[in-house]
């Protein structure tokens, strides 16, 4: 939003809920519990469409269950972030109902930056949720075209991808053989522009 130039994020996120019904996540500043509550049920009254996105942890490390609890006994849609693993998606399924909607968002690209697979968290995260019918599970942080497949291959509910990557997966189906022409091409085309001679 900050990119985009948002100055008001009332304003702008209220905006955004007025011109499309799709779920859009809006989410809270706070770090601590109680104000993570307040501002939770402030930003659902925006919108029938809005889901309060919620941290699993606070920045010290504490697990937001207290949140997640009290803003789920009121009816409100949650989109829960910075998931990592699946011991943490099975800590927030303990602290929801089996009716209201909940977004799991699992951070797949950050972990595979760190050089962990995140494959495993996401089958895990997938499985655990079966019986609970409102909560679907999010691929965050998308890093390439191939994520796409691997989430829809896990089955996973959802995945946030940038509008880059977007014009890569709308080019998928090329042959192998296309693929190596396209790189060879691509290859005597930086040759001419570096006017390199043997």
């Not at 399924?93 to 209201?100: F, G, P, Q, R």
């Not at 079966?130 to 996973?156: D, F, M």
């Not at 691509?186 to 001419?192: A, P």
Request: proline content about 4%; hydrophobic content about 35%.
């Amino acid at each position: 939003m900050r990119k985009a130039g948002a100055k008001d994020y009332t304003k702008y996120s209220k905006k955004i809920l007025n011109i499309t019904d799709k779920p859009v996540s809006c989410e809270v500043f706070a770090d601590d519990a109680e104000n993570m509550i307040a501002q939770g049920r402030k930003i659902s009254d925006w919108g029938k469409n809005v889901y309060v996105k919620v941290p699993v942890t606070n920045s010290r490390g504490t697990f937001m269950g207290k949140v997640i609890s009290s803003l789920n006994k009121k009816k409100i849609k949650l989109n829960i972030t910075a998931v990592y693993s699946a011991k943490q998606t099975m800590q927030i399924l303990k602290k929801i109902d089996m009716k209201t909607p909940v977004i799991i968002s699992i951070f797949a690209g950050r972990m595979a930056d760190k050089g962990k697979d995140p494959l495993p968290h996401i089958e895990q995260s997938i499985a655990a949720s079966k019986k609970y019918k409102n909560v679907k599970i999010l691929w965050a942080s998308t890093r390439e075209p191939y994520n796409y497949l691997q989430a829809k291959k896990l089955g996973c509910h959802i995945i946030t991808v940038p509008p880059s990557i977007i014009e890569k997966i709308e080019k998928f189906g090329k042959s192998f053989k296309d693929l190596t022409i396209d790189t060879v091409k691509g290859f005597l085309v930086d040759t001419k522009r570096s006017n390199f001679k043997l």
